[in-house]
């Protein structure tokens, strides 16, 4: 799997938009892009996934750039709820075990 | 909304001690797995299960691990005899039958190995 690098950790003020970072410059064209959280030592939450396009959902947007080197999360409003550990992963279609990186502390502060 | 449940939620064990820990994957899942997560650590792969056996298992899970899905709704780890270093919490995980579904976390089992 496609090794992926982010900031150790970030603030963001909370009601702004957090935006998270992540490179994977090796990514192949089978590859997608997770992203996980995972608030204190509670289960990994999944937020969203992409291959190409950018895409978004309730919880977040998912920015992929052309080359699919790099992807950005974006959280629209952070709440002091989305502090954790944010994810990103790329995982290949085939065996889909999920291989975690250290992540990025993302600290919502009021 | 569906989710996958785990039990127990605390165990605490003494070294030697085989324990098991239980899941109860979200119903129409095909695809299970279980991951440790050491204090401070990462989460890590131990093994994936899918049609009756194991498909992919990491170098973490070696014969004092085992797996088993003994009826149609649970999903077990079993750590034979139990380390000190085995002390973490263990996610456990689902998914559907499509290569491109999503993963589904448990909420975890945090055992202390004493």
């Known amino acids: 799997d496609a090794k992926t690098t982010q900031p150790p950790s970030m603030d963001c003020a909370e009601g702004r938009a957090a935006n998270l970072p992540c490179n994977h410059s090796t990514i192949s064209g089978n590859e997608y892009v997770y992203w996980y959280r995972q608030i204190h030592s509670q289960g990994p939450q999944y937020i969203i996934h992409?291959?190409?396009n950018n895409e978004t959902n309730e919880m977040a947007s998912l920015i992929i750039t052309e080359d699919r080197k790099s992807s950005t999360l974006i959280l629209p409003h952070a709440t002091l709820r989305d502090t954790a550990v944010y994810y990103c992963i790329v995982r290949v279609e085939k065996g889909g075990k999920l291989i975690f990186g250290q992540g990025t502390e993302l600290s919502v502060k009021p | 909304e569906p989710e996958v449940t785990q039990t127990p939620s605390h165990q605490v064990t003494q070294m030697g001690q085989e324990v098991i820990l239980r899941c109860v994957p979200i119903?129409?899942?095909?695809?299970f797995y279980w991951y440790r997560q050491i204090l401070g650590q990462k989460v890590e792969f131990l093994v994936s299960f899918y049609n009756n056996e194991i498909s992919e298992k990491s170098e973490i899970f070696d014969d004092q691990f085992s797996v088993e899905r003994p009826d149609g709704s649970n999903f077990t780890l079993k750590i034979r005899s139990t380390k000190l270093e085995d002390s973490a919490m263990y996610f456990c995980?689902?998914?559907?039958?499509?290569?491109?579904?999503?993963?589904?976390f448990g909420p975890g089992t945090r055992l202390l190995v004493l």
């Open positions: 995980a689902s998914r559907d039958r499509g290569q491109r579904e999503t993963q589904y």
């Open positions: 992409g291959l190409k």
């Open positions: 119903s129409n899942h095909l695809y």
